[in-house]
């Protein structure tokens, strides 16, 4: 990959890389020079170099009352970087909140190992975080937990640190193991042995993901569809609501 297609990618147009390169080349110019080294007509140049001058990449001075330009550090690109970062994080929230209000054509991603059940659980916080109602839904199978005993324990305390509350169905055969259920901000309820389940399903935002293990190997998928996710929500709530605790 040359010079002028890696600065396009970074987003400046195929004229402003070929501008600053050249800059960065003859050091120093008027217009009509920059013109002629770039190959760009005059007319565009000035404009191109106009907006170099905006984004903090090309300065102008005077010289013999003769209008130069000249090029910033190639450093500058990393600070204006970091600055379009700083300008993403501060209005990624209100981005995300907009999405989550918007009804989107179902998505799937599908994960396998071990790996994909930590992307899968950051998934979940990760949403969490940007709701207004941080309420985690979980039909767990605990025997799919551990295959990430210190990861899992750790990321329920992360999760409780985010003031997310859980409800949370287990197997009947899963009460004695409270280390797995027991915490703040959770209610458990236990599915009778009939209805024995060997997987985990947890419902978060407009998500829903499902954890399977067969044959050793774990199968993470993430469903994204607000009209699929309230309808499973309300599958688990009726059953939820209907369990003894």
């Known amino acids: 990959m040359n010079t002028i297609t890696s600065l396009t ?6 004229n402003e890389a070929k501008i600053y390169v050249c800059l ?37 001075f005077r010289k013999n009352n003769v209008q130069y330009f000249t090029p910033e550090n190639p450093k500058q690109i990393l600070t204006i970087l970091q600055h379009k970062q700083e300008i993403i994080n501060e209005i990624l929230p209100s981005l995300q909140a ?35 109602q941080r309420i ?11 295959a990430l005993p210190r990861y899992y324990h750790s990321w329920v305390k992360r999760r409780e640190e985010l003031g997310v509350t859980t409800k ?26 009939p209805y024995l389940f060997e997987c985990a399903m ?22 994204e569809s607000p009209t699929i996710a309230a309808a499973f929500l309300k599958f688990f709530l009726f059953a939820f609501d209907h369990l003894p605790e």
């Open 24 to 60: 960065l080349k003859i050091l120093e110019g008027t217009v009509f020079e920059i013109a002629k080294h770039s190959g760009i007509p005059r007319t565009t140049t000035y404009t191109t170099l106009e907006s170099l001058k905006v984004q903090g990449l090309v300065t102008a």
């Open 202 to 223: 947890d419902i978060y935002g407009h998500k829903i993901v499902f954890f399977a293990l067969r044959e050793g190997t774990t199968y993470s998928i993430i469903l």
């Open 98 to 132: 907009l999405s989550l209000g918007t009804d989107v054509q179902p998505s799937v991603k599908m994960f396998t190992g071990t790996q994909g059940m930590k992307l899968a659980f950051e998934d979940i916080l990760d949403t969490l975080e940007q709701t207004d």
């Open 9 to 14: 990618r970074l987003g400046l147009s195929t």
């Open 168 to 193: 949370m169905i287990l197997p009947e055969s899963s009460r004695e193991r409270r280390a797995f259920y027991e915490g703040h901000n959770r209610q458990v309820k236990f599915m009778p042995e």
């Open 136 to 146: 985690l839904y979980a039909a767990a199978f605990p025997d799919v937990m551990d």
